[in-house]
């Protein structure tokens, strides 16, 4: 159960059970809501995920929630990797071994390489000013809980850290956080790359990527740019990926 935070309420609803975080985060943009203006839910019957997925959302375990940002057009690039660094940040305080927390690129959050959190930036071509960032993130979810993928396991706090955390107070430092980086986003995009590349998974590692015209390739991660794009090093020369995501090879092969 979340209880109103004690802030300024004005700018955050909290719902039971809804479609999808995101979507009613997109109405309320259309209506016009302030920045950082955040919609949070206990359960969604539809939540989304990146490239067209779901996002299995059980109820009273985890956290989803989508905050609307009223952004330029020069930082929308980066505002969804905002959302992961805070994510990094909100959980790192509640790890004995924070170096453990990384970035995968775009905008997943990794704990000792396992999936912990995804963010979806959502636009809007009614507001082009506007940008929602919608986070989902698994709290006290047990394995039974988290949805079945070998190829890139999925893990939640209270497994990692063995007990139940309280998403209160894990939903209050995310929110800190994100509305404190929100500050930085247009006077000081450098700092929030600099995160991202400091707690990369991705940088130095090798990673499929799925390109329209010549199927799969193996590369080399060798940087993110000023935009927030993944530099490769791939057969024929360097490449710079704009969109979409990049699978890294583990250890035992998969990817
Ligand atoms: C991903 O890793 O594919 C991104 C997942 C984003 C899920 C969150 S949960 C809250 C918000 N509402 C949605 O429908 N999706 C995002």
Redesign the pocket.
């Known amino acids: 159960m979340f209880i109103p935070l004690k802030t300024d309420e004005t700018w955050i609803e909290i719902h039971d059970s809804i479609?999808?975080?995101?979507?009613l985060?997109k109405k309320r943009a259309i209506e016009g809501v302030g920045d950082c203006y955040t919609v949070v839910?206990e359960s969604?019957s539809?939540?989304?995920?990146?490239?067209g997925?779901s996002?299995h959302?059980p109820p009273a375990v985890?956290?989803?929630?989508?905050m609307v940002l009223n952004i330029n057009q020069a930082a929308a690039g980066i505002a969804t990797l905002m959302g992961a660094v805070a994510v990094m940040n909100s959980v790192k305080q509640l790890c004995p071994r924070p170096e453990l927390v990384q970035i995968k690129w775009p905008?997943?959050v990794l704990i000792d390489g396992k999936?912990i959190?995804?963010?979806?930036g959502e636009f809007l071509s009614e507001r082009p000013d506007c940008c929602v960032l919608?986070?989902?993130?698994n709290v006290n979810a047990n394995i039974s809980d988290l949805p079945d993928s070998p190829r890139w396991p999925a893990t939640s706090l209270s497994i990692h850290l063995g007990g139940d955390l309280d998403r209160n107070t894990l939903l209050s430092s995310l929110l800190s956080e994100l509305r404190s980086l929100r500050g930085t986003l247009e006077s000081d995009r450098d700092s929030i790359l600099e995160q991202v590349r400091k707690n990369s998974a991705t940088i130095g590692r090798t990673v499929v990527l799925d390109s329209q015209n010549s199927g799969t390739i193996k590369c080399k991660a060798i940087g993110i740019d000023k935009d927030g794009f993944l530099l490769l090093q791939g057969p024929e020369g360097k490449m710079t990926v704009v969109a979409g995501d990049v699978d890294i090879v583990q250890d035992n092969g998969y990817y």
């Open positions: 479609d999808s975080t995101n979507t985060a839910a969604q539809m939540g989304r995920g990146r490239n997925r996002w959302s985890n956290l989803y929630l989508s905008n997943d999936k959190a995804g963010v979806l919608g986070i989902g993130m």
